[in-house]
């Protein structure tokens, strides 16, 4: 960090009128280019540099970052009610309207009511069939298209088509998989979209017709096209079968909302209803396809951990597809994507924005200070994880897990906003872990190697390019 610093601090300060330690950045700008030229190395370095409370300048913003797990949870959970989701959410917001990442007090609290009932465990049994035959679908075109045999491919590409699939599948029984690739490069644009407008100081208002502004449209239109497909197609099913459906887009489309009083109420409309599907589109996809992907490239790096994970697959599900009961079952499967999750956190960073005067480990903040939790450096908190860069899926055994506080491990958020799809997603992955390593061998392709891309969510930039052999096959 080329700036100058404050001394540092302690992670706690005595008295409230201390202003947080932390970098002095530039005028005006104050530490904008640093955090947007590489935000993993600053967020890294500032915690490093100056404690687990470090007060930033971004523009005309107060900016904190958080890292001690006691604010983590003041924040997420005790003192909730001082904060919403931060300004910074304004460009997902264009995307995703009204859904439930982005929407706030009663309307948030309404819809999480309406789409919880999905996500519990009685509806993830039926969804364990529908991932298991998608991902046994992506195998046998492995195998038929000889993919990675001769040529490298890019498993991150093949987890993001899957994921999409498995998203559409259970979520709306719809078969996307047509759509997967356009819906994913109109995904692509619009996050990136909403990426740049969240970190321009001044940002340009969509409706100016710039390049990217255009090309956000387009793909918003391209999205909004599938998405009013998907509801107009169900609500035809319902008027000819007087059904809407037991998955989240039919429950959404049944559920009424009678206010707590008994009376009937409101359904939802088609807008609601949109942006609840491409929340759960978006919100349940890359995030699940980033962790596979970085868990690939890990199992790559580390066989003897592979090793395991097939031995385990093999020893509980033999060739059969998995069901719920066995999820359970492939505990170091489990412990393998945990440890995964902890080393490459998809939503690498979530933020707040305070409404009222807080104070954050003794520091006060003021009302509209955005408070930054980063996943990805709490995970690596020297203070909470023993050798924290090192890949160690036993870290998460229960007697080694006793004790760690709960908020040095959030990989899913913590509090009321916690992710809805946790259960969902973990599930997901045991599945399409075990399926895949049972059979099959991903090395890295000859001379590749993984670069971090933290947009919205943890990606590896350029994808995650390996090579593929039969799990019984031995090496070339
Ligand atoms: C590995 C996969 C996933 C990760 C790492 C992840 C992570 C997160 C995190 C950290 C949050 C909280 C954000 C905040 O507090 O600002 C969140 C919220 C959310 N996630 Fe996930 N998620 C994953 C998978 C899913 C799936 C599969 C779905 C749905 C099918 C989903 C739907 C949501 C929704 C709707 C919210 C907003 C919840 C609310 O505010 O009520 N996520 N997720």
Redesign the pocket.
Known sequence: MNETSHASAPSRAAASSIAAPGPRGIPFFGSAFPAWRDPLGFMTRSREQYGDVVRCRFGPFDYYLVTDPDVVRHV?LDNAKAYT?SRN?VGLKAVLGE???T?EGDQ?RR??KL?QPA?HRAHLAGFAAQMAGATRAMLERWRDDDLGAARAFCVHEEMMRL?FRI?GM??FSADVDGDAREVGRALDTALRWANDFAESIVPIPPYVPTPANLRFKKAMKTLDGIVYRLIADRRAQAAASKGYGDD?LGMLMAAVDDGGDGDAGDRMTDRQLRD?II??VL???E??A??LSWTFHLLAEHPEIEARVREEATRVLGDRDPVLEDVRALEYTKRVLEEA?RLY???WI???QSVEPDTLGGFPVKAGSIVG?C?YVIHRHPAYWDRPEVFDPERFRADRAEGRPRYTY?????????????H???M??QIILAMIVRQERLSLASGFRVELDPLI?LRPKRGVHVTRRPAGASAA
């Open positions: 997420l989701k959410y859904g439930l990442l929407s948030w819809q999480r789409a996500f994921t998203v259970t979520l989240l609840e929340t759960m919100a349940g996809h995030t699940t980033n962790l999750l956190p998809p939503a979530f933020e707040r939790v996943p959030l990989p899913f958020g913590g509090g009321a906003r916690t992710c809805i799809g946790n969902f997603a973990m997901e992955a969510t």
